[in-house]
């Protein structure tokens, strides 16, 4: 997944001056047969043979993958997970980015996980407390609070939180998931339905709402939310304000998957069709799952015909 994510980041941001190179400690031959099977090709990789790079990089790191953002200057100025590594960039782009304010939320963000690795719920809301602070509003640290606060056997306290800061924050739309999340929990269907409806009037960009249809039709079965994972769907589907090309081909995926479910192969196959056609054309990893999935609903359809 951080392969693809980076390679798409490197063409997404070229122009700004990114350059993004990823270090194997694989054999060359090994990278090579990898990369020309993923049809990668915006950025360079290198075989780190004798582990030197990997000796002073990962000193201390203990978790891979990893991913280093160096300055002009040569100074290491971020160390995260790749898949993190998009609104830091946008933050060094856009001249927002602090090192010091970085380096101090990462060294705060450390101690919450060690009281969460030791169960000690009271100290991680301290410190969850202490980082809403600084960053008010912040869908990550909301959604800790609210939590723990259920993690506590605070559930109702937990509820009356978020909907708190859905008002103070009504375009966060990780709230609002926060806020089905611990719907879910407290089996409150009819508000949880509330919810999605929401979130479908209200939010138009086709990622969100291809995500919110698979969040409704991803639950087990008997349980799907099939008429408005519809209506998300559709609507993603429809709205042609897609930030990358093969954002289409994602939506009609989830858009294929709908259908497929509601008993609509016909249109099921048509959407699928050109989602795997947008796959291929852009040369996104997802084509051959696509392709796949395009197979599936072919034979569903032809076996469906021959049935009388």
């Not at 709402?209 to 099939?226: D, P, Q, V």
């Not at 995926?253 to 795997?276: E, F, P």
């Not at 291929?280 to 799952?289: A, C, E, I, L, T």
Request: aromatic share 10%; glycine share 4%; proline share 4%.
């Amino acid at each position: 997944m951080s392969i693809p994510h980076l390679n798409i980041l490197q063409r997404k941001y070229i122009k700004d001056g990114l350059i993004v190179t990823g270090i194997s400690t694989e054999k060359p031959e090994v990278i090579s047969k990898y990369l020309k099977g993923q049809g990668l090709s915006n950025y360079s990789f290198g075989a780190d043979d004798n582990m030197k790079t990997s000796a002073v990089y990962m000193k201390g790191i203990n978790v891979i993958p990893a991913a280093f953002i160096i300055d002009k200057t040569g100074k290491v100025v971020w160390i995260g997970h790749p898949m993190e590594v998009e609104p830091v960039l946008k933050r060094i782009f856009s001249g927002k980015f602090n090192m010091n304010k970085e380096q101090h939320e990462r060294k705060e963000n450390k101690k919450l996980k060690a009281a969460f690795a030791k169960r000690d719920y009271k100290e991680a809301l301290k410190l969850t407390e202490e980082r809403l602070k600084e960053n008010p509003g912040d869908p990550k640290y909301v959604s800790l609070k609210a939590f723990i606060l259920f993690s506590l056997g605070k559930a109702d306290e937990s509820f009356k939180y978020v909907d708190e800061m859905i008002k103070a924050y009504p375009d966060h739309l990780k709230l609002y998931q926060v806020k089905m999340v611990i719907l879910k929990k407290l089996q409150k269907d009819k508000e949880l339905d509330a919810c999605y409806k929401v979130c479908i009037n209200k939010f138009t960009k086709p990622l969100d709402l291809s995500n919110l249809a698979w969040e409704m039709i991803s639950r087990k079965f008997g349980t799907a939310k099939l008429n408005l994972a519809l209506q998300a769907a559709e609507k993603a589907y429809k709205n042609d304000n897609f930030e990358k090309p093969a954002d289409e081909a994602v939506v009609g995926n989830t858009l294929a998957r709908v259908y497929y479910l509601v008993g609509r192969l016909d249109k099921a196959i048509t959407v699928q069709k050109k989602a795997c056609y947008l796959f291929k054309k852009y040369k996104n990893p997802n084509f051959k799952r696509s392709q796949q999935t395009l197979k599936y609903y072919l034979e569903a359809y032809t076996v469906g015909q021959s049935i009388k």
